[in-house]
């Protein structure tokens, strides 16, 4: 059990980096003058939620973009 929780733990960790570094690079993309509609569909969202992450808006990612598919 503890390592089941530990497993998920660091699960957790690891898509919340890639969280930050898929809003990163939204953010650097569009400093860029990359548009709107490119950015999305390179990261796999649509536009509205690339707005939203522009407008520091809260959202759920979807899980696939943020699965590395680790196995540790």
Known sequence: TADRLRQEGRREGRAEIRKESL???IRKAKQQGVSLSTIARIVELDVSMVNKILNNEDID???HLLDSNDKQ
């Open 23 to 25: 809003i990163s690079f």
């Open 61 to 63: 990612i979807p899980l």
